[in-house]
């Protein structure tokens, strides 16, 4: 197993861990490590991109319905015989 070291860390933050793992009846060491395994573990599902995304996020919202503009006829192709 490997191990960090976490240099000037706010004491606000280090408090907030310590009331958190204590809450949790944990060490704060062991909180840590459940915070990260909880946020890094959380993998992204294979074949998500971003229009999923999108979905996912904007989806519960309800759909928005566009106003279709008119189409035009074509128009003609340009004479390049000259």
Request: glycine residues 10%.
């Amino acid at each position: 197993m490997a191990s960090i070291t976490i240099r000037n860390l706010d004491d606000s933050i280090k408090t907030k861990l310590r009331m958190r793992a204590a809450s949790h009846g944990r060490s704060m060491e062991e909180e840590a490590r459940t915070i990260l395994r909880t946020v890094l573990g959380q993998e992204k599902a294979p074949g998500t991109n971003l229009v999923q995304c999108i979905r996912a996020r904007f989806g519960p919202l309800g759909d928005v319905d566009l106003p279709q503009p008119e189409r035009e006829g074509m128009r003609e192709p340009p004479d390049l015989g000259g």
